[in-house]
Structure formats: structure tokens, C-alpha cells
């Protein structure tokens, strides 16, 4: 028996909410997959940093004195969009420059103030040249490049949500499926590790665990999806237990297939569905605790950025006029968060046959 989803997808595409979210979570997406191939930054980790022009507003731009002083480093087109390229300059925010005679004087950039700056001056076997940086959202409080940091988070978010629901699924499915088709004392075991881990707040279990792992990229991964599996595997549980009766079950085991075989191939693919649903709205989760934890100062490390520390390393700007620092930030995770809910309401609602 094999479950039918041409007309589950056809209604889903009937839903213009659902087939918005699915537009924005395909355009976070792509951003998070481009990654630097198209941030302003192509820094690694997009930090580089000017404390010249430290919290300026969105649409600042600047001239930037880019001396050529260190190797260049050939670094292939994939290899660039994973990971960055550093950069082979030193790059110095200026007010103006001039020639004069065999030397080109420089004023480098030290605030609103014309005039304040430093002279510089630079000859002629000097590799250099003045190029103009445009921040379409303005700096942050180090002078990195918002817009990028902000493109950059978005691989975090995802790569999280990703990981996390992957590792949720291996558990999450393998338990509730045993626990569910075979009953017994199996049942009883696996039932009784669920209820443990559910009546542990999500939140401190997570940090647990993060604890426990260290802080870092990879540990949030690990953290996240051994605290999501316990919602996939009582809903695999209950639909195995129900599915199990069915014909086609009964037939498979009078044939002779074995109980892996029955699970896999005639069980499990009648419950994607549902999994799917669950999947959706526990990506969001997985999302949101990222960002909590990385705010908390136990998620994500600098220099990597994250939507979560973003907002933590500009919250106090909320009462100034820089607000938008970790409003952005804040939108962001609000957009993407909403989306996934909405795809999962959409898939929830495109299976209801009845309705």
C-alpha cells in the first residue's frame, strides 16, 4: 500500500500562504547555499572589521584604501563560496586622496569629522588603489559589513534546523517504529526513555547537553536534534501501532517478509506524511533554540555569525538610534520561523482528505 501524494501537492499549491512560505524558505535557501559568492564581505566568517566606521547607518558608504601587502591566495569558485577568501590587502577607510609629485597623500576616515584624520603617504612601488564600499544595512558595532554577517547567519540557521532534524528523524522514527511493531515489553522500555526525556524542559536539556559537548558549531547540531526526536517518535509510534493491523501488514507477514522489510517498505512510507508535518514545524524549533542558546553566549562562537548573536551583540542599541542593529536580525528569524510553521499548517491541512 503506497501512500498517494499528487493530490496532496495539488492541494498544497491551492494555499498561496503555503506556497509563499515555501518562496521564502527557498530564497533563505539560496542565500545560505551562495553564501560568499555574493555577500559584500568575502572575508572568512565575513569579519572584517573597522572600527572607523563602527554603528553607521544603512546606505553608508565609504572609500576604502586597499594596499596590496600579502600574497594572493588562489582559491577555487567553490572553495570561495564555502568558506571565503582572505583578503590580500590591508584595507584602510579614508576621506580623500591626492597625488602629488611622485606620492600620493592619503586621509584616512576617523569619524563624521573632515579633517580629523590621519596623513598617509604612500609612493609609487606602492600597490594600492581607493575602490568605494557601499553597506546597504550599514555596520555594526565593529565595522563588519551587516548585510553579510546577516547572509552568512542564514547558513547557520539552516545548516542547525537541517542537522538537527536529520539526527531527530534516525531516532526518532527507529524508536517509535520498534516501539509501535513490536508492543511488549519493547514498547514499555522505549516509552518509559520518551517520557523521561519529555518531562525534561526542552530548553534546559539543550543546554545540557551543550554543556556537556562544549560550545561550538558542530555541538549545537548534536544538542538540538538529541532534544527534537521525542515528538517524530510517539506520532511513528501511534501510526505503526495502527497501521500494523491493516491488511496489507497481515498480508506481508503470511508471505513470509520479514519484520525489517515489513517496517521499511510497507510501514514507514505511509507515515512520511505525518513525520513530514512534524518535521516542518520542528525545523522552526530548531531555529529558535539556536538562536536562544547562541544569544546566551552557549551556541554558535565568534567569529562565526549567527542571527542569535547578533541580537545579543547589539540589543543594547534598541534604545538608541541604531535600533535596527537587532531588529534585522530579529526579522529575519521571525520570517524563516513563520515560514516553516506555515508549511507545515500547509502539508497539515493538503492531508486532510475529508476537510
Same mark, same amino acid.
Given at each position: 500500500m503506497k501512500p498517494k501524494w499528487n493530490s496532496t501537492l495539488y492541494r498544497f499549491s491551492k494555499n498561496p500562504i503555503s506556497v509563499a512560505s515555501v518562496v521564502v524558505i527557498v530564497i533563505f535557501s539560496l542565500i545560505a547555499i551562495a553564501g560568499y559568492a555574493i555577500t559584500p564581505d568575502k572575508t572568512p566568517y565575513a569579519n572584517e572589521q573597522h572600527l572607523e566606521i563602527a554603528v553607521k547607518k544603512p546606505?553608508?558608504?565609504?572609500?576604502m584604501l586597499k594596499i596590496y601587502d600579502k600574497p594572493q591566495q588562489k582559491v577555487g569558485f567553490f572553495k570561495n563560496m564555502l568558506f571565503g577568501t582572505a583578503s590580500n590587502s590591508?584595507?584602510?577607510?579614508?576621506?580623500?586622496y591626492h597625488k602629488q609629485g611622485q606620492q600620493t597623500i592619503v586621509e584616512t576616515y576617523t569619524g563624521d569629522n573632515p579633517n580629523d584624520g590621519q596623513i598617509i603617504t604612500l609612493n609609487n612601488n606602492t600597490k594600492y588603489e581607493v575602490v568605494s564600499n557601499f553597506y546597504p544595512l550599514g555596520t555594526d558595532r565593529y565595522g563588519r559589513c551587516l548585510l553579510s554577517q546577516l547572509m552568512i547567519g542564514t547558513r547557520v540557521s539552516l545548516s542547525v534546523g537541517f542537522i538537527a532534524i536529520l539526527i531527530a528523524i534516525i531516532i526518532g522514527v527507529s524508536l517509535g517504529s520498534i516501539a509501535g511493531y513490536f508492543g511488549g515489553w519493547i514498547d514499555n522500555m522505549i516509552m518509559?526513555?520518551?517520557?523521561?526525556?519529555?518531562?525534561?524542559?526542552?530548553?534546559?536539556?539543550?543546554?545540557?547537553?551543550?554543556? #556537556?559537548? !562544549?560550545?561550538?558549531? $558542530?555541538?549545537?547540531?548534536? #544538542?538540538? !536534534?538529541?532534544?527534537? $526526536?521525542?515528538?517524530?517518535?510517539?506520532m511513528v509510534r501511534g501510526q505503526v501501532m495502527s497501521l500494523k493491523e491493516q491488511e496489507f501488514v497481515q498480508a506481508g507477514k503470511a508471505l513470509g517478509f520479514s519484520n525489517t522489510r515489513i517496517i521499511v517498505k510497507h510501514i514507514l512510507p505511509n507515515v512520511v506524511g505525518s513525520v513530514t508535518v512534524i518535521i516542518a514545524s520542528n525545523f522552526a524549533t530548531a531555529i529558535l533554540q539556536e538562536a536562544g542558546l547562541s544569544f546566551l553566549g552557549i551556541g554558535v562562537q565568534p567569529?562565526?555569525?549567527?542571527?542569535?548573536?547578533?541580537i545579543k551583540e547589539n540589543y543594547g542599541y534598541i534604545i538608541l538610534d541604531a535600533a535596527y542593529m537587532a531588529i534585522i536580525p530579529g526579522v529575519a528569524i521571525m520570517l524563516l520561523v513563520l515560514a516553516f510553521f506555515m508549511l507545515g499548517s500547509g502539508l497539515r491541512q493538503a492531508m486532510e482528505v475529508k476537510q
Open positions: 546606505g553608508f558608504s565609504v572609500l590591508t584595507n584602510i577607510p579614508i576621506y580623500r518509559w526513555v520518551i517520557n523521561v526525556v519529555w518531562s525534561i524542559p526542552t530548553i534546559l536539556l539543550v543546554i545540557a547537553i551543550t554543556f #556537556a559537548l !562544549g560550545k561550538g558549531f $558542530w555541538q549545537v547540531f548534536v #544538542a538540538v !536534534g538529541l532534544t527534537m $526526536w521525542v515528538d517524530i517518535a510517539r567569529p562565526m555569525p549567527s542571527w542569535g548573536t547578533m
